[in-house]
C-alpha cells in the first residue's frame, strides 16, 4: 500500500506559477512510475504529467507541454509538477498518482495502482 499527500494548489491569476508536491509513503518509493492527472468541473479526469523510477522518462499532454515539468526526489519520496504560464483552462483538482508495475508510458494510458486524494488549483482569468 502506497499514501500519496499533495499539497501546493491554490488561486493563481492566469501566466502565474504554482508547484505541486506529492509525498508518498508505505513502500520503496524508487519502485514506482508517477504522474499527475486532473479533472477540470464537468470533465473526465486526464493525463497531465508521468515520471519513470529513475527520473530519466518524461511525459507530458500535449496541452501542458513547454509550460509543466515533472520531477521527483528518490531520497525524499516526493514528486514535483511545477506549472508556469498558468491559463484559466489549467483549472482542475490534480491527482497524484502511482504505479508499481506500469512504465511511466503507460501510466499514461491510466495504468495507476493508487491514487491521492487531489488538490485545487484555480487559475483567474
Known amino acids: 500500500q502506497v499514501q500519496l499527500v499533495e499539497s501546493g494548489g491554490g488561486l493563481v491569476q492566469a501566466g502565474g506559477s504554482l508547484r505541486l508536491s506529492c509525498a508518498a509513503s508505505g513502500r520503496t518509493f524508487s519502485n514506482y512510475a508517477m504522474g499527475w492527472f486532473r479533472q477540470a468541473p464537468g470533465k473526465e479526469r486526464e493525463f497531465v504529467a508521468t515520471?519513470?523510477?529513475?527520473?530519466?522518462?518524461?511525459y507530458y499532454a500535449d496541452s501542458v507541454k513547454g509550460r509543466f515539468t515533472i520531477s521527483r526526489d528518490n531520497v525524499k519520496n516526493t514528486v514535483y509538477l511545477q506549472m508556469n504560464s498558468l491559463k484559466p483552462e489549467d483549472t482542475a483538482v490534480y491527482s497524484c498518482a502511482a504505479s508499481r508495475t506500469a512504465t511511466a508510458a503507460a501510466m499514461k494510458l491510466g495504468r495507476v495502482d493508487y491514487w491521492g486524494k487531489g488538490t485545487l488549483v484555480t487559475v483567474s482569468s
Open positions: 515520471i519513470s523510477r529513475t527520473g530519466e522518462s518524461t
